[in-house]
DNA sequence: CTTTCGTTGGAGAGCGCTTTCCGAGTCTGC
DNA sequence: GCAGACTCGGAAAGCGCTCTCCAACGAAAG
């Protein structure tokens, strides 16, 4: 097959005997040309087997057909295990998916980018701004974050997943995690339930954060305004430590929330070596409706999160940003919903 | 802060009061160039807030720092679920995870590409061939790939994940799957076990082949020459349907192997509903060793797929490959081994 | 004091593409 | 039959960068 350097439009251009301005016309489908040219060019295309070269491309249009998704780390993290702990998780696959089942229609390419320290934030809205990229899709993990403000500053179209920690003028899409929270809690009442403890995420990232209030607000509604606590950091073992934590506080509890599934799962696994069982003498909720919660045993109960359609809503934001960097910013909230399994 | 046109060499140049090309040699570190200058130029970068421009700069220098990671799905795919169940598998974060392990202290990007038709196959190589990318990693998915062939043809520095079906001379890493079965086999049958099924996955890709010889040529060894089979296509539902059909085929099963975690997920939920127990009555051995494993109920014995690390080391192939395109063709096959839980 | 060499920095070409600007044709309408 | 309005295609100027080539200069050598 052709091999050595890549046919250029010069080539094109030679091979049809017309010049690499008409070429380009007749690829970028550009009226003005005539259909007996065009066909010559395109035959010429065909012949040579050119290909455009993107980055030359984008040099010069000021668009690359690519957005950024942004994973943005604390400095903390930036050399542990946590990392290869994130990707594991089911939550990073649903969102690429979910992405990508916008993008890729498009003809949007995603280029994958992992920030932890504040340097490399700096560096990463450097490249963003120098056209590495359309805009930015990003997944902040920190508690507190400066990227979205220096997105907003550079100006660089970005929307964010999950809403930021301060208040920064950006689109984002996030889940109403209070309102699903309190779903569980409602749940749990209704079952019956009258000692509900809950095993918490981290007490600093805001979705954690708004799972605990709205918890809590729901709780209090309905007269318990106290409850058992232990908090994990949504990873299976430390849901598992939690909940052992949270029968030490108080055995005879009838009822959990735990912030997301796959903590739920640790929970169940401490549930196993306990006379309790579940769901009659203890009902388990959990949160995000993940793959785990239909292969948790019994089948958990969970909170329904659309990670993917959210992801996707993204992509569309922000594909509607690049496209008018004047759009008024947005943000669209999701209501998650109750799924009933087994475990409560 | 500045916000309009990014600042270009060409402005750090005139605030140093130097040419171009001395900015260009004091960025890009090359000797040559007086101390003073250096600072001078330096202080000059800080000033202007100066990011070099990557795109013009792989326009001229063929390096992108950037590699591709190709899912390479079949046509068939092309509109309907699959995609999405393929990213939220654990599967794909492992493999991210992996290849950013090293990628990301080289400072190399990932550009995420998903290719259906033969058509976006002939796009990419093309992308590639033109300088998108200095390399890709690639995972096929269907039975019979053009991809790997015309990446190879194309002269594009290329590393599989798993094995292509057909030979062709390209970089890849592997498991040796046929192992792994055996070594569930040899658990299954020192266990005593004396009525073994297996739950395998398409008749028609690479890796679940493999483990279906593998699993095969083991029990002939130890004298089963014929044992009941049902297969499914790696999800959980396929798993539950199948272990169901095993059970049609034999009720009294007591030792089933099963071709990935997922399926053996399924397998045990359809257990849960007979008389019989795990691993009591009848052993359950999976693969994979996905975090499915221990979410199990009973935890699942299965065999380890290093997958994180085979992804470190397409990486690592991969920019040795890029660097020495003469580099000899070579694969690396890990070994897998068994995880004893308890399910068998 | 001239020659030679090594060092340093500038000019400028060029990576592959898009796009503005023009000139050369082609058509109408009077 | 010719001005004016259009249509079409080419020349060329960049996009922001790297890197080769060369001029200039100072120092070392003869």
Chains 1, 2 share one sequence.
């Not at 080539?11 to 970028?28: E, F, L, P, W």
């Not at 899709?137 to 979205?148: E, F």
């Amino acid at each position: 097959m052709r091999s050595g350097r890549a046919p250029t439009l010069e080539d094109v251009a030679r091979v049809a005997g017309v010049s690499r301005a008409t070429v380009s016309r007749v690829i970028n489908g550009i009226r003005n040309v005539d259909p007996q040219l065009h066909e010559v060019v395109w035959d010429a295309v065909g012949q040579t087997g050119y290909v455009p070269n993107r980055l030359a491309r984008s040099l010069v249009t000021r668009r690359t057909g690519t957005v950024a998704l942004v994973v943005s780390d604390s400095e903390a993290h930036d050399d542990d295990p946590f990392m290869s702990r994130f990707f594991a998780d089911p939550y990073f696959g649903r969102v690429v998916g979910g992405l990508m089942s916008v993008l890729r229609r498009e003809g949007v390419q995603l280029a994958l980018q992992i920030v932890g320290t504040d340097d490399a934030k700096k560096r990463l809205v450097g490249d963003l701004r120098s056209g590495q990229a359309d805009g930015a899709v990003v997944l902040s993990l920190p508690a507190v974050d400066p990227l979205p403000r220096m997105l907003t500053d550079g100006g660089i179209p970005a929307v964010l997943i999950g809403r930021p920690a301060d208040p920064v003028p950006i689109d984002y899409v996030d889940l109403a995690n209070d309102t699903g929270a309190a779903l569980a809690a409602e749940h749990l009442l209704a079952r019956g339930c009258r000692r509900i403890g809950m095993i918490s995420g981290p007490a600093d990232v805001p979705a954690s954060l708004d799972r605990i209030s709205g918890f809590r607000r729901a709780m209090a509604r309905h007269g318990h305004g106290w409850f058992p606590t232990a908090s994990g950091n949504f990873t299976q073992d430390s849901g598992e430590a939690a909940m052992r934590a949270l029968l030490a506080q108080d055995p005879a509890l009838d009822g959990v929330f735990v912030a997301n599934d796959l903590m739920a799962l640790g929970a169940l696994l401490a549930l196993r070596s306990t006379p309790q069982s579940v769901p009659d003498d203890i009902a388990v909720v959990g949160f995000d409706d993940s793959s785990a919660a239909t292969a948790a045993a019994p089948p958990l109960t969970t909170i329904r999160h659309p990670l993917e359609d959210m992801a996707a809503e993204a992509a569309r934001l922000l594909l509607a940003r690049v496209e008018d960097p004047a759009m008024q910013v947005s943000s669209v909230i999701y209501e998650p919903s109750l799924v009933r399994r087994t475990s409560a």
